[in-house]
Structure formats: structure tokens, C-alpha cells
């Protein structure tokens, strides 16, 4: 009786396909790494860290993986972040915002004489308050405050005639009356007789997202 024996061939070893969870995963690393870089380097004064340039970035790394990660199959979720992204920097582009330069933090300022009146005012997250109701003015001046994200409030001198311009990316403006809400949000405002004045006022105010509020 003769018996044949069977040799039985060993499957090949199947190599396991890269789950999305781990694609995420790496891809949440990838801007956290982004995010924190970009962040360091404005802290160390290196940059100037705006939300005109961290929305590229991110746009920038959200399609590098897209481009990596395509053989693995469609990922919905990088490309549907990625069109809000491109809406971003759209937005960015037409609207730009302040920086976050400022710190973080509630920010008081009260000014009573002209000669400590400075050029400029800003808070990167926090709340701005500059209060000039008590101002007493020799000359026109120009001033600029800017928050990143949180509010502005500023309290005019009684009777000086001004010229208010406010910029919102998201949130809500009223400049002594004009008032206005939503995304990418301007109103101006200007007193009566500005142009004939000697003495004026003028103030542009910006902020990423939240409040600017100009009362007398």
C-alpha cells in the first residue's frame, strides 16, 4: 500500500493594514507638534505668531497627510477639517487678525495725561480696559488696541470728538451706538465737526474673537 504524503504550503503572512485610528492619532500628533513650534518660536520672539499664519500651517499639514495616508483609503475626517481650514485662511486673508502677541491676562489701563498716552494696546487672550474719561488732550492722537481673543473696553473723554474703527473676526461690536455681530465684523464710527476739530481722537480696534465696547 502506498501513501503519499501531502506537504501543505504555509500562508503567506498577511501584513496588517494601518488603522485610521492610528492615522488620526499621528496626524493629531503632527499639529499638536505644529501648534507647540509655532507657539515657542513667538514666545522667544522669533516670530510673530498670527492666526493668518497658523491657519496655512495647519491647512498645510492636514493635506500632507491626506497625500500620505491615500493609499490606506479615504479618511472623511482630515478632509472635511480641511475645507473649514480653507475657509479659515479665505477669512484670514480678507480679515486679518490681531496677533497673539499682548500675553494672556486682564489688562487695566487708566490715562489721565497726554504724555503717558501711548500708541498701541493689546492683550493676546484676556480682557483689555482703557479708560480715558478723565484724559486731558494738548494735541490729536491716534491710538490702536488689539485682543487676540476676549474683549476691549474703552471709556472716551467727554467731549473730544473722535473717530472709532472696530474690526471683530467672531464676536460683537458697539462703538458708542453702532453696533453690529457674527463673523467678520467692521462698523465705524465718527462725532460730529471731526474734520474741523483741533483737537481729536482716533482709535482702531481690533479683536480675533469676542467684544469691543466704546462708551463715554
Given at each position: 500500500?502506498q501513501t ?6 504555509p500562508l503567506?503572512a498577511?501584513?496588517p ?19 507647540g ?9 522669533a516670530?510673530?505668531l498670527k492666526w493668518a499664519?497658523?491657519?496655512?500651517a495647519l491647512?498645510?499639514?492636514i493635506?500632507?497627510?491626506?497625500i500620505?495616508?491615500?493609499w490606506?483609503?479615504?479618511h472623511?475626517?482630515?478632509?472635511v477639517a ?10 484670514m486673508?480678507?480679515?486679518?487678525l490681531p496677533?497673539f ?12 495725561q ?8 493689546e492683550?493676546g487672550?484676556?480682557?483689555l480696559?482703557l ?9 490729536s ?5 488689539s ?5 476691549i473696553t474703552?471709556?472716551?473723554?467727554p467731549?473730544?470728538p ?12 458697539n ?6 455681530d457674527g463673523?467678520s465684523?467692521?462698523r465705524?464710527?465718527e462725532?460730529e ?6 483737537i481729536t481722537?482716533?482709535?482702531d ?8 465696547e466704546?462708551?463715554r
Amino acid at each position: 500500500m502506498q501513501t503519499s504524503n501531502t506537504l501543505e504550503r504555509p500562508l503567506p503572512a498577511s501584513v496588517p493594514a494601518r488603522s485610521r485610528n492610528s492615522f488620526g492619532a499621528i496626524l493629531g500628533g503632527a499639529i499638536l507638534v505644529l501648534l507647540g513650534g509655532l507657539w515657542t518660536l513667538d514666545v522667544a520672539g522669533a516670530i510673530e505668531l498670527k492666526w493668518a499664519v497658523v491657519w496655512p500651517a495647519l491647512l498645510t499639514v492636514i493635506g500632507a497627510a491626506l497625500i500620505i495616508g491615500a493609499w490606506n483609503g479615504p479618511h472623511s475626517g482630515p478632509v472635511v477639517a480641511g475645507l473649514f481650514l480653507s475657509i479659515a485662511v479665505v477669512a484670514m486673508a480678507a480679515f486679518p487678525l490681531p496677533s497673539f502677541d499682548g500675553g494672556v491676562g486682564n489688562r487695566q489701563f487708566r490715562v489721565t495725561q497726554q504724555a503717558s498716552l501711548a500708541a498701541s494696546y493689546e492683550v493676546g487672550v484676556g480682557d483689555l480696559t482703557l479708560d480715558l474719561s478723565d484724559l486731558q488732550m494738548v494735541e490729536s492722537a491716534t491710538v490702536q488696541v488689539s485682543a487676540g481673543a476676549g474683549s476691549i473696553t474703552v471709556v472716551l473723554p467727554p467731549s473730544v470728538p473722535v473717530d472709532l474703527d472696530g474690526t471683530v473676526g467672531a464676536g460683537e461690536i458697539n462703538l458708542l451706538g453702532e453696533r453690529g455681530d457674527g463673523l467678520s465684523v467692521t462698523r465705524h464710527y465718527e462725532s460730529e465737526g471731526f474734520d474741523s476739530a483741533s483737537i481729536t481722537l482716533s482709535l482702531d480696534l481690533s479683536v480675533g474673537a469676542g467684544q469691543i465696547e466704546v462708551t463715554r
